[in-house]
């Protein structure tokens, strides 16, 4: 077995998040909510929306590059890759105005909560193997988050 490029190691650890080891799930959201508020101070409005988008398309597709990769040697959805958090905590951060620190928490919270419950087919596709299957639950999950951010906005 060939041991995974530092690269993969990089990407699908979320810069070393993924190491972690009380809950590397909630580190990789985390390090990817501070990045979306760090990237609020400089970009606001749809700069930062699509800022967003670009780092869920960009590491979504790194993410299921460096997750194929690991997979070989560390197992399936291993626990250590968790650029899937990463974007699928960018998706509802989409639809949160820069600076907004608390609807940036309630947008991790959701994520957190539908990723770890994983109703609504979200653990059909967390039962699925293969790199794209580990990338794709976590997807629903923000998908899901961001619908519930869109309702509080309209709401509120």
């Given at each position: 077995?060939?041991?995974?490029?530092?690269?993969?190691?990089?990407?699908?650890?979320?810069?070393?998040?993924?190491?972690?080891?009380?809950?590397?799930?909630?580190?990789?959201?985390?390090?990817?909510?501070?990045?979306?508020?760090?990237?609020?101070?400089f970009?606001?409005?749809?700069?930062?929306?699509?800022?967003?988008?670009?780092l869920c398309?960009?590491?979504?597709?790194?993410?299921?590059?460096a997750?194929?990769?690991l997979m070989?040697?560390?197992?399936?959805?291993?626990?250590?890759?968790v650029?899937?958090?990463?974007?699928?905590?960018?998706?509802p951060?989409?639809?949160?105005?820069?600076?907004?620190?608390?609807l940036?928490?309630?947008?991790?919270?959701?994520?957190?909560?539908?990723?770890?419950?994983?109703?609504?087919g979200?653990?059909?596709?967390?039962?699925?193997?293969?790199?794209?299957?580990?990338?794709?639950?976590d997807?629903?999950a923000?998908?899901?988050?961001?619908?519930?951010?869109?309702?509080?906005?309209?709401?509120?």
């Amino acid at each position: 077995m060939t041991r995974p490029s530092f690269f993969a190691i990089l990407i699908g650890t979320g810069f070393g998040s993924g190491f972690w080891p009380w809950g590397p799930g909630t580190a990789g959201a985390l390090l990817a909510t501070l990045v979306w508020l760090a990237a609020g101070c400089f970009v606001q409005g749809w700069a930062l929306a699509l800022l967003t988008l670009g780092l869920c398309i960009v590491f979504g597709a790194a993410g299921t590059w460096a997750t194929a990769r690991l997979m070989p040697a560390w197992g399936n959805d291993p626990k250590r890759v968790v650029v899937d958090e990463m974007v699928g905590v960018w998706i509802p951060l989409l639809a949160v105005p820069a600076l907004s620190w608390p609807l940036a928490l309630w947008a991790f919270v959701l994520f957190r909560f539908f990723d770890i419950a994983k109703p609504l087919g979200i653990r059909a596709l967390d039962r699925r193997v293969g790199a794209f299957w580990v990338m794709a639950d976590d997807i629903l999950a923000g998908l899901y988050s961001l619908v519930v951010i869109l309702l509080t906005q309209w709401v509120t």
